[in-house]
């Protein structure tokens, strides 16, 4: 399971671009979107506004306990879970990853909503790749210091 969240904004995005990243349900800046490993093509398309990398169960628990949502933008509580029959974040973590549940399928809005980076993105800036210092594109399991630090 990847994590895929928009860096750069909606200023002179190409049509193509723009439709695949509606696809991913990445209309805004900071918002982060969990994505199958089959849909790895199109973060790659859009990897010039977007930064990818593969979740661990750990950081997607604290994601959507911090910043996941009910319909009518209510917060998750324990007695949420309870009456879904979940015993816990890291469990609904853990089967999101595996591939047995969608965020959806619990009832809860599929992007989170996240804050801009303490400290700021990387030194180059958010229009440089990952691999030369910037923000941009796949950073494997680095995506985790970044969530954190965004949550």
Request: proline share 3%.
């Amino acid at each position: 399971m990847y994590a895929a969240i928009r860096v750069r904004g909606k200023v002179n995005v190409s049509p193509r671009i723009k439709k695949t990243l509606e696809l991913l349900r990445l209309d805004r800046v900071n918002h982060l979107a969990l994505v199958k490993k089959e849909q790895k093509g199109m973060l790659e398309k859009a990897q010039s506004f977007i930064t990818f990398g593969e979740i661990n169960e750990e950081t997607l628990a604290l994601a959507v306990e911090k910043r996941g949502r009910l319909p009518g933008n209510k917060k998750i509580s324990k007695n949420f879970l309870k009456e879904k029959k979940i015993a816990s974040f890291e469990e609904l973590a853990k089967s999101i990853i595996e591939g047995k549940t969608r965020l959806e399928d619990v009832g809860i809005k599929p992007i989170l909503r996240l804050s801009p980076p303490k400290k700021g993105y990387e030194r180059a800036g958010i229009k440089k790749s990952y691999s030369v210092g910037g923000a941009l594109g796949y950073r494997a399991s680095d995506i985790n210091k970044l969530v954190k630090r965004m949550i």
